[in-house]
């Protein structure tokens, strides 16, 4: 989600700066307070949105890198930030957002203009964000700066479930043979959408624990992964869910499989259910999830740049979380 549309009058503020682990405690307080407020102004009076774990912020900082941008107010603190990522060629923006007394005079579009500037120097080919599709300002806040809305990111659970056979999973293998199927994931991608590429994120939820990666092979060959965080997103909660935030499969038939080995994965780790994101483009594989039983939990609308939109595998399924 992205919340930068302003309302109050604006103090000035320097940036962009960028974030590290030190800013995590003020991040977390903007990233509650721009959230909350936007509740506040959608009619949702009683939510309060909690800080999110700090494991996920380190993971969000070093995935952004050089991307992770914040703005500071007169007393030198946070008042702004965006975590703009790149995937090789797919560039995306998340969380981003201003702190409520500092919303207004132009803050938010400085905010994001910063990211899309800097995923252009990075030649990134796609360039979006994800925010609520129920809440109109943002969307024309969003399409002020050039942004056009695109298709629906649709989460999805399965209720965790036991299989006969535990899949293969990335972190249990020796190092040598790790980086053997992290190469071979970055062929699978490359081949399904030419310039996307995951092994970063692959890396480092493997360098942090916060999660595993599925694998699915035919033979000796990968022809799937899943990606998956099993960290709790929000601080101090208990793990409740498996979260797939990149998914690649060669064949859209081998998706039912997939989801098998996801579902007993997230009953070994102790998770209740499974969360996929499933972009709506690929209605087939859609349709798939619900005649196995999916639920359909939360709407996001994905918006890009009307001069670096998505496009979709012409074969097989990319899913890409736009969310961290």
Known sequence: MAVVRSWKSVRHLDGPYQAGRDDIPALNQVFSDAFTERYRRDGMMGVRVPYLNPAIWRYALD??????????????????FNMT???????????????????????????????????????AQVIGLETMPRTMDNIGFYSSLGLVPGRLTLTLTFDSASAERAAPLLGRLPQGDRDDVIAASRALVHRLMPGYDFTREIVLTDELALGDTV?????????????????????????????????????????????????????????????????S????????????????????????????????????????????
Not at 306 to 316: C, D, L, T
Request: hydrophobic share 40%.
């Open 63 to 80: 995935d952004a890198g050089e991307g992770a941008m914040c703005w500071r107010g007169e007393r030198d603190e946070i008042a702004a």
């Open 85 to 123: 990522h790149r995937s090789g060629t797919e560039g995306w923006m998340g969380p981003l957002a201003v702190r409520p007394d500092a919303q207004g005079g132009g803050i938010g579009k400085e905010v994001v203009r910063a990211g899309v500037e800097w995923l252009r120097r990075g030649e």
């Open 215 to 279: 694998l699915q092979y035919s033979g000796t060959e990968l022809t799937g992964f899943a990606l998956c965080h099993t960290a709790p997103l929000v601080e101090g909660r208990a793990r409740e869910e498996l979260r797939v935030l990149k998914l690649a499969l060669a064949r859209e038939v081998d998706l039912d499989p997939m989801v098998r080995a996801l579902a007993d994965y997230a009953r070994r780790c102790g998770a209740r259910r499974l969360a996929l994101r499933v972009q």
């Open 281 to 324: 483009e690929y209605t087939t594989a859609y349709a798939r999830l619900i005649a196995l039983g999916a639920r359909v939990r939360w709407t996001d609308l994905r918006m890009t740049l009307a001069s670096a939109p998505e496009r979709r595998a012409e074969q097989g399924i990319v899913w890409s979380n736009w969310e961290v």
